[in-house]
């Protein structure tokens, strides 16, 4: 751990008046003397004054000398918000260096670029390691521009982004020297990155080739917000295999490859599945646009039975 020794430069000083004169402003381990100047000093650590501990805005101060944006304004506003962090991480944000994001493309559709974080956001204080524990490696992030980042516009347009998006951090495109918000699609019902979102971001991934069952399947993944049950999803027919026809029911059956979807793996920022090469059960789907919520009610009926 990181410690600040203050000398003690008169041994006879040391009372318990004076130790909790100390105390208010450090938490106080003990004392220790360098051998050479013989000077006895206090092993101390920075306290946060409003949580009378090591809070996460010390850890934050600490390293107020280690990053810069090359912008006073963006510098004064990141720290703010690190300083505010005593207990909780959600609001917090940092400084990103550029070469911390890769795969940076141009969306057209929304006016920004996606691209992937490496680090992930800080989520945690790590005492062993003592650094930030970060979450969602590699994880989708939204990169907005600030095109003015002087001290009165930045807030008012800060506050309006936040309202759609998670806000990690700013980063800077050292080419083009423009600033950009670091941020993570959130879903204005969870006020998080839901699965709903993790589903949304997978949309241009795939198709069936028919607009009618795209849009139903959309739906369905848009309205799994905290739970993957009754999710839907477009399924390779090559994922299949042994299909095989039962005269007797008049269905397929046959075995899914990937089995189906039932957890959000943020490690691999991708869809933890169950039941890999299940048997499964195939029913055609005469006209697509009969596609509807009534169907599918029928179908889950019959597979419960
Ligand atoms: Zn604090
Ligand atoms: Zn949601």
Not at 101 to 116: F, L
């Amino acid at each position: 751990m990181i410690i600040t020794l203050k000398s003690l430069s008169n041994p006879k000083e040391i009372t318990l008046d004076l130790m909790n004169e100390i105390k208010t402003d450090y938490e106080f381990y003990g004392i220790t003397q360098d051998p050479q100047t013989k000077n006895y000093m206090m092993v101390l650590n920075d306290k946060c004054k409003k949580c009378n501990k090591v809070c996460y805005a010390i850890y934050f101060q600490r390293n107020f000398e280690s990053w810069t944006s090359g912008n006073d304004d963006i510098n004064k506003f990141i720290q703010d918000a690190q300083l505010s962090a005593h207990n909780d991480l959600k609001e917090t944000l940092e400084w990103i260096p550029y070469d911390r994001i890769y795969n940076i493309k141009y969306v057209e559709k929304i006016h920004a670029y996606k691209a992937n974080w490496i680090d992930g956001y800080i989520n945690q204080w790590d005492n062993k390691s003592d650094n930030w524990k970060r979450k969602d490696k590699n994880m989708i992030i939204t990169l907005i521009s600030i095109n003015n980042p002087n001290s009165l516009t930045i807030l008012d347009f800060i506050n309006e982004i936040k309202m759609d998006y998670e806000f990690y951090g700013i980063t800077q495109n050292p080419r083009t020297k423009h600033y950009m918000m670091v941020l993570n699609d959130k879903c204005k019902k969870c006020n998080h990155a839901c699965y709903a979102i993790h589903f949304q971001q997978n949309f241009e991934s795939w198709t069936s080739g028919n607009d009618d069952i795209d849009k139903f399947i959309q739906n369905t993944q848009l309205s799994a917000h905290n739970s993957t049950k009754e999710v839907l999803e477009w399924i390779y027919y090559d994922k299949l295999c042994n299909i095989k026809y039962i005269e007797k029911i008049g269905v397929y059956k046959a075995n899914w490859i990937d089995g189906y979807i039932n957890d959000w793996d943020n490690e691999n920022q991708n869809w933890k599945r169950y039941g890999k090469s299940a048997i499964i059960v195939l029913k055609n789907l005469s006209n697509p646009k009969n596609i509807t919520l009534d169907v599918i009610n029928e179908v889950s009926f019959i597979n419960e039975i």
